[in-house]
């Protein structure tokens, strides 16, 4: 098997295993690894996956989807900080929008990511309109930087006052910064996000620098790392927003990568999902840590202008609309101080692991439970890193955690983990399609990750979803997004103009300037693209409201403009604004808030029957004898099977477990399997229209 230089390596690096997947478009040929991930020196868990797929060969370029950024987000893992802002608005970080964790008390908890005492203020001040009544004091800035610097901040951020509207003052006060800050870790609100709403600009661009040292030594290891191999390509960085985005950029702008690794599995299951002829599904991603969900429909993800990565941490930059929650194949088991079972949200992660890792671990986590029922074949862990799952370790920390607090046996506890586990995933699920609106029975469940083939049957039925789809490879499916994705650069500009009486020449003139700017960022990047889409989104309302809606605005830029009317923008939002609330306020006067423009660059497109079983695969091959496995309260005969082996077209009836290198499949009773012409293994309702 030999890889050539248009051969594209995705690695993406969780909290317990790094997947990757080397695919080569030009001779189809693929390999796929598994190797654990290791906590704190990420780099090192990357290289031991390069080593483990490239076999020496040839590698043309390298995308990475990264949990680097969200771990230390969620854990308070950043660097150290300071923040130069306008005199009289150094609180807006800790002041938020006035919310509180609880509801009620007379005390808050929250701890902004900057200490008061790292916030320093100076004298300027720029007014809503672009006005600048009073110029910055470069001086104070200069003294402002050297003193944050003395005291330990590693990153500086500069957040003034309505820079949106007029950044002629932070620019100023970031060339003096810069020239008493003796690294490059120096940034301005409007280089993050020149957008209206004071805290969202203020807090995306403190995450930002609170990053930056953190990811750009993380890539600086990584880069001298791979200068060690035969390897002379591009390397790329998963964005959240699906796309994919030079390294240099993810130095600039690190709290892009907040949801790096979970954006390219949402990426790879839509683009999977669509092949096989489904253009609605629910992706449901489990992997040592998390479980993520996602909705596709019309065959898109759908985007989020902001996210909040843990209370009072929010980033408002374009991210795939993810819900995550702690129920992973690590996540610990407990009984509570009421009695109530509870999985999550603490992991064991890949250090030291499940009981049945064997790695010091006594706690039972929700894949020492599958264990224990048989599920998870014990003799071949995921991974290649143990030879063989410690059976009896799992039972002891089940019985002792679980078991004895609940007066259940070991099967009973385990299997209650199970369905806590399944209890929390369907709840999730429900969160992003009933409550959005959405009919499950329409939508096709994609699982994927190490452990969400072992829970789709259970979420079928219990959600209702018309059917799920386990890619052939569902533990790299994240890796396999790395090598889909496309390379993308997302801006914002604040307008806050008029809609009746818009000059739309200079509204045009203002579209074109945007996309030519998002259009050279992609360009510089270089890759490999066949060619660059732009597109543009204005964020408008009706005067008097504060929430905006989305409205797409399909034009193109030909001969130096987009073309675009003042009757079709009005057209466009009223038209969004009625599918957001079924109802139009048309008559009443509206303005436009913001205007998005997006440069996406396409990759040539992968052919998923690249990865279809070969002429070689049989049932018979397939075929591995049976085990007992419990289900239901019972011990019964379960038929196994070698995944990959199974030929298309091939029907597995359930119970029955399906075994391959990167995860493990169950099928319920009730549920069958269906190997469709891709090699995807569809689950479906064993007779189509009755529920089981």
Known sequence: MTFSESSVLGVDVGGTFTDLLLFDAATKAFRV???????????????????????????????????????????????????????????????RRRDRRQTWGLWGDFTPIVDRDFRLEVDERTLADGTIRTAVDEAAVRAAAKALRAQGAEALAIIFINAYANAENERKALAAAREVWDNEFVTASHQVLPEIREFERSSTTALNSYLQPVVSTYLGKLEQALTTLPFHGQFYIVQSNGGVMSTA?????????????????????????????????????LGGTSFDVSVIVGGKASLSAQTTIDFGMVIRTPMIEITTIGAGGGSIASVDRGGLLQVGPESAGSMPGPACYGQGNERPTLTDAHVVMGRINADKPIGGKLARLDVEASKRAIVKHVGEPLGLGVMQAAEAIVRVADARMAGAIRLVSIERGHDPAKFCGVPFGGGGALHIGAIVKEIGLENALVPRFPGVTSALGCVIADLRHDQVQTLNLPLDGVDIAALDRRMVAAGEEVRSVVAAASGM????????????????????????????????????????LKTAFEAAYAASFSRSLAGLPARIVSLRSAAIGRRPALDLSAFAPGLEASVEKARKGSRKVWIEGAWRDTAIWSRLDLPAGAVVEA???????????????????RVDALGNLIVERAVPGIAP
């Open 529 to 568: 693209i066949e060619r660059i889409d732009l597109s543009f989104e204005f964020d408008m309302h009706y005067v008097g409201q504060t929430h905006t809606v989305a409205v797409a605005v399909p034009v193109t830029i030909e001969n130096g403009t987009t073309g675009i009317t003042a009757a079709a």
């Open 655 to 673: 119970p029955a477990i399906l075994e391959q290198p990167d995860a493990t499949i169950y099928i319920d009773p009730g549920l069958r399997g």
């Open 33 to 95: 690894a598994k190797v654990p991930s290791q906590r704190g020196d990420e780099s090192a868990g990357f290289m031991a996956g390069i080593a483990a797929v490239s076999l020496g060969g040839t590698i043309g370029s390298i995308v990475h989807g990264t949990t680097v950024g969200t771990n230390s987000l969620l854990e308070r893992r950043g660097s150290k900080i300071g923040v130069i802002t306008t005199r009289g608005f150094r609180d807006v970080l800790e002041m």
């Open 249 to 285: 950029t993810a130095r600039r702008f690190p709290v892009r990568t907040a949801l790096s690794g979970p954006a390219a599995g949402v990426i790879a299951a839509a683009s999977i999902a669509r092949q096989a002829g489904y253009q609605n599904a629910i992706t449901c991603d």
